[in-house]
């Protein structure tokens, strides 16, 4: 297998669990042009340059390669020792990084949209918007969002009594996929005899 993962891709790995009892938790995924990492709560990806087949590869070791030897740019990771390992190369240094067991197993973003569903609008919230928010947490353990659709404010609670309201964006191309999905759902309830329109409709 071969791959290439920059800054992105190694963002992904953060998401990765510590957990000594789950190796899955502890492991990257790298697969069909994306690497995933899950801690149990995320489960997140980005696309990559990959070939061959799917692996997993201790997410700490990756990252600890990366901060020591590459800081900005991006590794290469190339198989090593047949199907037991690979090696990490950047600017002249290289690792060995022995191939986890469990790639059938590992969790499929796809997964919860068959049970849930897919979502059914979008709120653009500004990452710096969310940085403040989370100063404005300070110890809190949670931040809780109350929504009601794309282009209303968002409320916000913290667990250290602070609250208020923060105002999503309005990203390109969201309001026609919006209105395509309520074309989509009053079609769908008037095939069944709903006439409520779809903003105002009231899921079981």
């Known amino acids: 297998m071969k791959a290439r993962l ?12 510590d957990d000594p009892d789950s190796p899955i938790l502890k492991s990257v ?11 149990g709560f995320i489960l997140a990806k980005h696309k990559i ?10 997410a700490k070791a990756i990252l600890a390669f990366y901060q020591t030897f590459v800081k900005t740019g991006s590794l290469a990771i190339s198989a090593s ?6 090696i990490m190369k950047s600017s002249g240094a290289s690792m060995s ?15 919860p949209y068959e049970h ?3 979502p059914r609008f979008d709120i653009a919230l500004s990452v710096k918007t969310l940085k403040k928010l989370l100063e404005l947490a300070g110890d809190s353990i949670l931040i ?15 667990d250290s009594d602070s609250y208020g309201l923060v105002m999503p964006f309005n990203m390109p191309g969201e309001s026609e996929l919006w209105h395509k999905w309520q074309k989509e759902e009053e079609q769908k309830a008037s095939q069944a005899g709903d006439t409520t329109p779809s903003h105002e409709r009231v899921e079981a």
Request: hydrophobic share 35%; proline share 3%; net charge negative.
């Open 6 to 17: 920059g800054k992105r891709a190694i963002a992904v790995a953060h998401v990765a669990n």
């Open 29 to 39: 995924c790298i697969k069909d042009g994306e690497i995933l990492a899950t801690d």
């Open 49 to 58: 340059e990959t070939e061959g087949k799917a692996v997993l590869l201790n």
């Open 81 to 86: 020792g047949g199907d037991e390992a690979v």
């Open 97 to 111: 990084l022995k191939i986890r067991g469990g790639q059938d197993k590992y969790p499929d973003l796809e997964k």
């Open 116 to 118: 849930f569903g897919k």
């Open 144 to 158: 809780r969002f109350r929504f009601r659709d794309s282009y209303d404010p968002v409320e916000f609670v913290t």
